[in-house]
């Protein structure tokens, strides 16, 4: 079973960047496709980034494009989730999925862009 666990969460002001990390108890990568989703207070969780198995393709929710950049480093087990620019509406808990025959969440981790 993998575990995914989030970090890097916080406060940020309008503008600003935070980074997330999503670290695998083992290889993933090539195996499942590794994705970024979000709920925000009183909302449905929603796609935000996604990297296909093997790293080739990267998708974004139109939302976030040119502003978010999803990344993997192998040799950690980890994906990560760059965040520019970012803006009070990008406020929510930020959840790591990796996709496969089998879909593992990780547990989240909050995300508050203050205006």
Not at 13 to 39: H, I, K, N, P, V
Not at 60 to 75: L, P
Request: hydrophobic letters at 35%; a positive charge; charged letters at 15%.
């Amino acid at each position: 079973q993998v575990q995914l666990v989030e970090s890097g969460g916080g406060l940020v002001q309008t503008g600003g960047s935070l980074r997330l990390s999503c670290a695998a108890s083992e290889r993933t990568f090539s195996t499942y496709a590794m994705q970024w989703f979000r709920q925000a207070p009183g909302k449905g969780r929603e796609f935000v980034a996604g990297i296909t198995v093997g790293g080739g393709t990267t998708v974004y929710a139109n939302s976030v494009k040119g502003r978010f950049t999803i990344s993997t480093d192998n040799a950690k087990n980890t994906v990560y989730l760059q965040m520019n620019s970012l803006k009070p509406e990008d406020t929510a808990v930020y959840y790591c999925r990796a996709l496969g025959t089998t879909i593992y969440w990780g547990q989240g981790t909050q995300v508050t862009v203050s205006s």
